[in-house]
């Protein structure tokens, strides 16, 4: 079956590194996305990885373990705006379907 | 700029009526699809079309209904069948090349019962 899984809230704090990770137990997934949802707001890309190891964007980073069906999305130098939830989605081959979870609420505190 | 439209922002639906929910991108994205998303719940896929007029269902097309007449439109009709209906409805699109490619979404219509 396809199911992924992220933590339901965490808060970190302003300046620091936060990891925020996400497992699945699926077949077929051939990608593994990242997205950043403020309250109210349509998501925004962020970050994807198809092959094993890390994608680095500037403050942001993704890493991607297809054997262990484990992604992590690495969030450097936090700001307050990066207070909103993310959002782990799998990509489902030929038809290019995305699998989200039910994504994670990040709160920045001062 | 290039990017998706959704149309309108906020809509309201009575008792047995039919809506239809617009989404028009200028991206050139083959790929087109339809999510609803439920306070405190991800994502959920309702339609999706990959080319002109073809379109296939997604996890929860019951009570929805779509066409893709055109590439860079793909409306979306919840009918009277749709009995819950309130949530916030997000359009995507992506390229159609080979390999996964990142879907970009228009900024939503919040749809609520009258």
């Known amino acids: 079956g396809q199911n992924i899984d992220q933590p339901t809230e965490m808060t970190a704090t302003e300046g620091a590194i936060v990891q925020i990770n996400c497992t699945y137990q699926?077949?077929?997934?051939?990608?593994l996305f990242w997205y950043q949802q403020h309250a109210g707001e349509a998501p925004t890309f962020l970050s994807y990885?198809?092959?094993?190891g890390l994608e680095e964007k500037g403050r942001f980073s993704s890493f991607l373990s297809r054997s262990k069906g484990y992604s992590y999305l690495l969030l450097k130098e936090l700001q307050m705006k990066d207070s909103a939830s993310y959002l782990c989605a799998g990509h489902g081959g030929a038809t290019n379907k995305l699998i989200f979870g039910t994504g994670t609420l990040l709160a920045v505190q001062p | 700029d290039g990017g998706i439209t959704q149309s309108p922002k906020y809509l309201f639906r009575k008792e047995g009526q039919n809506v239809t929910l617009s989404c028009e991108q200028n991206l050139n994205h083959d790929a087109m699809y339809w999510y609803r998303q439920d306070p405190g719940q991800g994502l959920r896929l309702i339609y999706y079309?990959?080319?002109?007029?073809?379109?296939q269902k997604g996890d929860i097309a019951e009570g929805y209904s779509v066409s893709r007449e055109k590439k860079e439109s793909f409306p979306l009709t919840v009918t009277s069948a749709q009995k819950n209906p309130t949530a916030f409805y997000l359009c995507a699109s992506s390229s159609g090349s080979d390999g996964p490619q990142p879907q970009h979404f228009g900024d939503g219509t919040r749809l609520s019962i009258l």
């Open positions: 079309s990959q080319i002109v007029n073809d379109f």
């Open positions: 699926t077949s077929g997934f051939n990608g």
């Open positions: 990885n198809v092959l094993d």
